[in-house]
């Protein structure tokens, strides 16, 4: 079994080429899509799109069916959200952040009115 | 100019070692520490920790800066926010999935209903 920790590390992975995010954003978009659908648009060969694929479905980001001779790709997605659920911490980081900016600014404010006669 | 093709893809790599997400984990928790307080609780070497922290760095996750001879590293959350951004659309998928998985069900249940006198 993959544990928690590993299953990130292979879901950032997977997400650090931007032929691979592409894939994933079109699946998003069209909700599936054959292979040689897939490889199109690329100006990589069939077989360097099949290696990306490969590392997604490692990665448990996509799910491959067959049917006769053609192989229909579709999103997967939980390790996604569990990478946002782990990334989701930044964001409380980041509101905290703004929260103490906006104290600060506040309290300098009340301040520049009390020095006012 | 680093584009955000190229940001993402920094962010991702980043967040693929574990060691280094655990670092941003405490920074989000405890808001900054020390270089030799981060080093602490790992079984690695200071150099190895270093060497994550320029990675780090080099992504735009942390911000180091030098009082004395005490170097203290920060959060910085914006390249964290456009990779979450980017991670978001999956949100989007996921759910229209549920709603697919619901409409289903619905459906079905009204075509039961029917069918019973």
Chains 1, 2 share one sequence.
Do not use: C
């Not at 292979?10 to 995010?21: C, K, Y």
């Not at 994933?24 to 648009?41: I, K, N, Y």
């Not at 964001?91 to 600014?105: H, P, Q």
């Amino acid at each position: 079994m993959v544990n928690y920790q590993e299953r990130l590390s292979r879901t950032f992975a997977a997400l650090v080429d931007p032929t691979r995010r592409a894939i994933l954003a079109r699946l998003e978009r069209e909700g599936g899509a054959s292979v040689s659908a897939l490889a199109e648009p690329f100006a990589i060969k069939l077989p360097a799109v099949m290696k990306h694929l490969d590392v997604l479905d490692d990665a448990g980001l996509i799910r491959r069916s067959k049917v006769g001779r053609t192989v229909t790709v579709e999103l997967r997605p939980g390790p996604v959200r569990e990478a946002m659920d782990w990334l989701r911490r930044y964001e409380r980081f980041w509101s905290r952040s703004l929260d103490r900016l906006t104290a600060y600014a506040e309290s300098k404010e009340t301040e520049a009115r009390k020095r006012k006669p």
